[in-house]
């Protein structure tokens, strides 16, 4: 008789079974190479400036000068702690300054690197383009949905490259996502789900303050800029991502990775029409007015979207692909597909409810009709991996630098950067205003 019971059994069976015959393919690196990659002639040399040398800027820069043809020849920063940071990871003496625009009026610089706080981000990038220079814009490229706009009409006016900091559009494994996808591996997607989180105070952004911080050695009325006018508070300035006046939250910091892989990889480039948002803030009242979960549902018009963010807790990274032809999880630098015929490999539930001689008879003429063809099909898993010690963050860099040697387009631009960022501000509006927050393309705003 089939019963319920006898299917998840042979689900379980044919899921395992599937499990141990996948096999591993390792993913090329698009060229790209740890060791080093030809000489690049010194007429092709970028020559950069970086503005902010925090815990972010500080990787970047020291990612930027390990690629070949990449040179730092002037670093920004409003700490002067930081000047010495900058001149130290580059190993050489460089001009340091506390005024970016001193960056943007030195003619040996081709590019900027724009590592500020998410309230930054506008004035910068624009004053960039303004400047004629290309600028890669750490994420979220904006703090407030109206600013994306001015910066992709700034950029498209100057002629300049805007590239965004979601590494995620430079993985070699959500690559490959996209190219199963867009070959029909999982059938018609669906369903995408993304979660991650964090147990620790320094994954909450409980950092340290160098003892030297003070009004003497920070500029600290130019680094709030367009923010509330608050007395020197050295908390503010080094978890700046606690607070909606310098930051976006979880949002901001880690929900545009995962949308910004599932936007590369399902091929979006708009921002959702709907966004509901739950979470709270539970363990670290710290101060803080931004919530350490915090849960989003959107709606896209190819697939609903969930979002799963937490401090409290510890939990990998994961991105599912669900369709109807089998499932994709990205899992850190792995991708496993599981692909499924969408069959029913058994008479049905229901026909225990029939009687005997009708049950047995509808039982075999369905195996009669079904088995041979489900001999043929059934799962495949396949595993996909990056080579080891891949990092997205180098080949994302690389092909800003590229970008602005040969004016190609790069891989994330500011429309890419933009309508993701609207995506985590309207995570952020519905969970603060405890309402849906919809997306109007006509007045480009958020409506809760």
């Excluded at 015929?341 to 029939?354: E, L, M, Q, R």
């Excluded at 039982?363 to 997205?392: F, M, P, V």
Aim: aromatic residues 10%; hydrophobic residues 35%; proline residues 6%.
């Amino acid at each position: 008789m089939t019963d319920w019971k006898y299917s998840r059994r042979d689900f379980m069976r044919r899921t395992a079974g599937a499990t141990l015959a996948a096999k591993t393919i390792f993913l090329e690196s698009g060229g790209f190479s740890y060791a080093g990659t030809a000489p690049v002639p010194p007429s092709d040399t970028v020559r950069f400036g970086i503005i902010g040398i925090g815990m972010q800027g500080s990787g970047l820069l020291r990612n930027a000068i390990s690629l070949p043809g990449v040179e730092c020849v002037a670093a920004c920063d409003l700490y002067d702690g930081r000047h010495d940071v900058a001149k130290e990871i580059v190993g050489k003496p460089i001009p340091t300054t506390r005024r970016y625009q001193d960056l943007l009026d030195n003619k040996e610089i081709d590019c900027v690197i724009n590592a500020t706080p998410d309230h930054w981000h506008k004035r910068i990038v624009v004053d960039c383009c303004h400047a004629g220079k290309d600028v890669y814009c750490e994420k979220p490229m904006t703090h407030a949905p109206s600013e994306g706009f001015e910066m992709i009409a700034a950029a498209q006016k100057n002629g300049r490259i805007v590239q965004v900091g979601s590494q995620r559009v430079s993985s070699v494994v959500f690559a490959k996502a996209k190219e199963l996808i867009s070959t029909g591996a999982i059938g018609d997607v669906h369903t995408v789900e993304s979660m991650m989180g964090r147990n620790e105070p320094g994954g909450a952004w409980v950092y340290p303050y160098p003892q030297d911080l003070s009004p003497q050695t920070l500029d600290w009325d130019t680094w709030l800029g367009t923010a509330p006018k608050v007395p020197f508070n050295p908390l503010h300035y080094v978890r700046w991502r606690c607070w909606q006046a310098y930051g976006s939250g979880v949002a901001g910091d880690l929900m545009v990775h995962l949308l910004s892989g599932i936007h590369f990889a399902g091929e979006i480039n708009q921002p959702p029409q709907r966004a509901m948002a739950t979470g709270g803030l539970f363990r670290f009242r710290d101060g803080r007015d931004v919530p350490d979960v915090h849960c989003v549902l959107y709606d896209y018009p190819q697939f609903p979207v969930i979002i799963r963010l937490t401090l409290d807790c510890e939990t990998p990274e994961i991105t599912r692909f669900l369709g109807t032809g089998g499932a994709m999880e990205v899992r850190g630098n792995e991708l496993t597909l599981t692909t499924q015929d969408g069959a029913d490999h058994s008479p049905g539930w229901n026909v225990g409810s029939f009687p005997k001689t009708l049950r047995e008879e509808y039982e075999r003429n369905w195996h009669a009709e079904n088995d041979a063809k489900l001999a043929k099909s059934g799962s495949e898993t396949i595993i996909y991996r990056s080579t080891s010690g891949y990092d997205d963050t180098k080949p994302h860099l690389r092909n800003f630098f590229d970008a602005v040697r040969t004016r190609k387009p790069v891989v994330e631009d500011a429309v890419f950067g933009n309508n993701t960022a609207i995506a985590c501000h309207m995570g952020n509006a519905s969970y603060f205003k405890k309402q849906m927050a919809l997306w109007d393309g006509e007045s480009k705003s958020v409506r809760v």
